[in-house]
């Protein structure tokens, strides 16, 4: 499964951006879907996940309020609506997919295919 993530760009603090997460060769509802980032210097961390069925999501509780995940399995994409963005937002977003469950699904190990990533730029 190679997944296309896009939708990154420069924004200014405040802003809202979309990102999307398609794969090819696969259904991603066959998939739990999660989004990490990775700013420059610091470790790719968790930012949100959204089980299969789309009935349940799960936040960083830094976005908490702030960002949407959701996916539409019919166009077979995953989404991850940003907005009330920060400076510290900066980072590039990947999305990543595989199979886990609860708490589980916060790890980057939990995932067997990721994306490329898209580079999100919040000026100040």
Same mark, same amino acid.
């Given at each position: $499964?190679?997944?296309?993530? !896009?939708? *990154?760009?420069?924004?200014?603090?405040?802003? #809202?951006?979309?990102?999307?997460? =398609?794969? +090819?060769?696969?259904?991603?509802?066959?998939?739990?879907?999660?989004?990490?980032?990775?700013?420059?210097?610091?470790?790719?961390?968790? $930012?949100?996940?959204?089980? !299969?069925? *789309?009935?349940?999501?799960?936040?960083?509780? #830094?976005?908490?309020?702030?960002? =949407?995940? +959701?996916?539409?399995?019919?166009?077979?994409?995953?989404?991850?609506?940003?907005?009330?963005?920060?400076?510290?937002?900066?980072?590039?977003?990947?999305?990543?997919?595989?199979?886990?469950?609860?708490?589980?699904?916060?790890?980057?190990?939990?995932?067997?295919?990721?994306?490329?990533?898209?580079?999100?730029?919040?000026?100040?």
């Amino acid at each position: $499964v190679q997944l296309q993530a !896009s939708g *990154g760009g420069l924004v200014q603090t405040g802003g #809202s951006l979309r990102l999307s997460c =398609t794969p +090819s060769g696969s259904r991603v509802s066959s998939y739990v879907v999660g989004w990490f980032r990775q700013a420059p210097g610091k470790e790719r961390e968790f $930012v949100a996940t959204i089980t !299969s069925s *789309g009935t349940s999501t799960y936040y960083a509780d #830094s976005v908490k309020g702030r960002f =949407t995940i +959701s996916r539409d399995n019919a166009k077979n994409t995953v989404y991850l609506q940003m907005n009330s963005l920060k400076p510290e937002d900066t980072a590039v977003y990947y999305c990543a997919a595989g199979y886990c469950s609860g708490y589980g699904c916060y790890r980057r190990t939990s995932y067997d295919y990721w994306g490329q990533g898209t580079l999100v730029t919040v000026s100040s």
